[in-house]
């Protein structure tokens, strides 16, 4: 009696055991990806086309429950450890992180330093107006095995929107969305905003300083500075004058502001930087905003700019967020244009294409409809 239950004690105890086995065999396992940003191959005026896609990718995978995201900086204490203790292998931090080998050669090499069995990287193939009068944005985008140092997919994915209806933003997004199906074998399910809601008129609403691209070009780059500045002074103005918004100015030293500072609700660098329009961005408005008492907040961007002798091409985006519900309530994307005479100098040409795509944002929030 006493081997028969010893036998039956083995049998239940060896049962167990199998069980736990086939569950963690069968147990789909966590992948770690290293996300490093999309090589920008689509000029100075269209740097904001990778930064777009790059955080669109970011931020649709890393809500995906196989993935867990590391975004590329290098000031991931593993990846300045491996510079430091491996001078002989030149691993350049700073990128680009293009499809070449010696990128991809860094690229593993960095990835495998944090740890993560997957990396990500790519480059823009092609950011045009084509002929069918569509913003048009090309991809190539690779994952890669790290341990291996080998890779899993290649995928190339296109993003089309209308001339007049659409943005080269909305495009980038198109295209990164073709990206992320790729990657998770799912569609995203977080929508990209298309449809314009009225806005209730009169309601209190804060502005973000706007953001732009960073260039290694610096006359490009003081372009970008000056026209988000310039627009966003003419929107701020704008909307109050024809009392779609009222404004609720502030500084580090307005009293909420101050006290959610010395709180440590919010940060001092949260109201001096730029705000960009990313998850992360939202996120900061819609917390500031609710410090303030706010129900919107606005958040921009200048995405390109284009200099023709003494013609000036800005494309700018403003995101409008309704706090209570925590969502873009208006995405709008405009090209303001101005052709000044040779007497006027860039800077004033640039400010009145600013002015110019005010004007046209001013106008679609009057009339959701319509569209320039």
Do not use: W
């Amino acid at each position: 009696m006493k081997n028969l239950k010893n036998s039956l004690c083995l049998i239940i105890i060896c049962m167990t055991l199998i069980i736990l086995v086939s569950v963690n065999a069968f147990a789909k396992e966590k992948k770690t990806l290293m996300s490093f940003p999309i090589d920008n191959s689509a000029g100075a005026e269209n740097s904001q086309v990778s930064k777009d896609i790059s955080a669109r990718i970011n931020e649709i995978v890393a809500s995906d429950s196989d993935y867990t995201v590391i975004v590329y900086t290098p000031r991931i204490l593993s990846v300045q450890r491996l510079v430091i203790t491996n001078p002989q292998k030149k691993i350049s931090l700073t990128g680009p992180f293009s499809l070449t080998p010696k990128a991809l050669d860094s690229a593993y090499e960095i990835a495998s330093a944090t740890g993560a069995s997957t990396a990500l990287v790519g480059s823009i193939d092609k950011c045009i107006v084509n002929d069918n009068q569509e913003y048009e944005v090309a991809v190539t985008v690779m994952l890669l095995d790290v341990k291996k140092k080998s890779v899993l997919q290649t995928i190339v994915a296109f993003g089309n929107s209308p001339l007049e209806t659409g943005s080269m933003r909305h495009a980038s997004l198109i295209a990164a969305d073709k990206v992320i199906e790729q990657i998770t074998n799912k569609k995203p399910s977080q929508a990209i905003p298309l449809e314009n809601k009225p806005i209730k008129k009169g309601s209190s609403a804060i502005i973000m300083n706007f953001s732009y691209s960073i260039s290694d070009d610096a006359d490009v780059n003081l372009r970008f500075k000056q026209a988000a500045k310039m627009l966003q002074t003419y929107i701020t103005n704008d909307l109050k004058s024809n009392s779609i918004f009222n404004i609720i100015n502030y500084s580090n030293n307005t009293p909420s502001v101050a006290r959610a500072i010395r709180e440590k609700k919010i940060s001092s660098n949260d109201i001096s930087n730029f705000t960009e329009l990313t998850k992360a961005g939202s996120s900061k408005a819609i917390n500031l905003a609710k410090i303030l008492s706010a129900s919107s907040a606005i958040i921009g961007s200048i995405d390109s700019i284009k200099m023709d002798e003494n013609k000036a091409e800005i494309i700018a985006t403003i995101q409008i967020i309704d706090i209570a519900a925590g969502s873009i309530e208006s995405m709008i994307t405009v090209r303001g244009t101005y052709t000044g005479t040779s007497d006027e100098s860039e800077k004033a040409i640039i400010e009145k294409a600013a002015i110019d795509a005010s004007t046209k944002i001013i106008e679609q929030l009057k009339n959701p409809s319509e569209k320039n």
